[in-house]
């Protein structure tokens, strides 16, 4: 089974900051998902990634294959960025599509 | 957004009595997902399904039981709700990936969740 770490599990930051998340992974993947949560709210799937680095926004995702780490970067932080950031991976083998999640990473913007 | 809903959106009960979720899609994906959300956890599926009648089970699938009779819907039965399913649940939709067949993965979109509290 592979064991998805996340870090850290809480984050402040104040408005602007420069803001990184990481997720730490443990068997080799197929594809890496960071999404989001805002509080009390549903779950959307911000990437997916498989090699090399995405951008959409203010959010960049990167991740090393080879290190099976990943991270995301929020520039400019907004406190609408608050959420809980969750890092899921999907473990080859198989054709059905089952991921395994992170515990999430708390941020917390401060206008 | 992806067309999925979830029902009812709060639900409390006591324990020992049934409990259904709906999850509904007008994607027309082919697998759908259920999953359960609880603090110092992370998402933990409960069972999933890959086609019509075609299910599976998760990590956590002691206690529930699902159906899926129709592309667009996929129920998860608790058949006597324990205070330890007080949790929020979510359901989750994807396309079909094929290994090896240069399909892409693709992602899950979830639905709102459902909020249930066993007394």
């Known amino acids: 089974k592979n064991e998805v770490e996340q870090s850290p599990q809480n984050l402040t930051a104040q408005e602007g900051e420069f803001i990184t998340i990481n997720c730490s992974y443990s068997?080799?993947?197929?594809?890496l998902h960071w999404l989001q949560q805002h509080p009390g709210g549903g779950i959307v799937s911000l990437f997916m990634?498989?090699?090399g680095k995405k951008k959409h926004g203010r959010l960049i995702a990167t991740i090393n294959i080879q290190e099976k780490h990943s991270s995301l970067h929020i520039t400019a932080s907004h406190p609408r960025d608050s959420a809980v950031y969750i890092c899921?991976?999907?473990?080859?083998?198989?054709?059905?599509?089952?991921?395994?999640f992170g515990k999430g990473t708390l941020l917390t913007v401060n206008p | 957004d992806a067309g999925i809903t979830q029902s009812p959106r709060h639900k409390v009960t006591e324990t020992g009595t049934p409990v259904t979720l709906r999850c509904h899609q007008t994607?027309?994906?082919?697998?759908m997902y259920w999953y359960r959300q609880d603090p110092g956890h992370g998402l933990r599926l409960i069972h999933y399904?890959?086609?019509?009648?075609?299910?599976d089970k998760g990590e956590v699938s002691d206690g529930y039981s699902v159906s899926r009779s129709k592309t667009e819907d996929f129920l998860l039965t608790l058949e006597s709700a324990t205070s330890s399913q007080t949790s929020v649940y979510f359901c989750?939709?994807?396309?079909?990936?094929?290994?090896?067949?240069?399909?892409?993965?693709?992602?899950?979109?979830f639905g709102d969740g459902t909020r249930l509290s066993i007394l």
């Open positions: 399904s890959y086609g019509v009648k075609d299910t």
């Open positions: 990634l498989s090699s």
């Open positions: 899921a991976v999907r473990t080859p083998g198989g054709s059905n599509y089952k991921l395994t």
């Open positions: 989750a939709i994807s396309e079909l990936f094929v290994p090896g067949q240069g399909a892409q993965n693709q992602p899950q979109h």
């Open positions: 994607e027309n994906h082919r697998y």
């Open positions: 068997v080799g993947i197929s594809a």
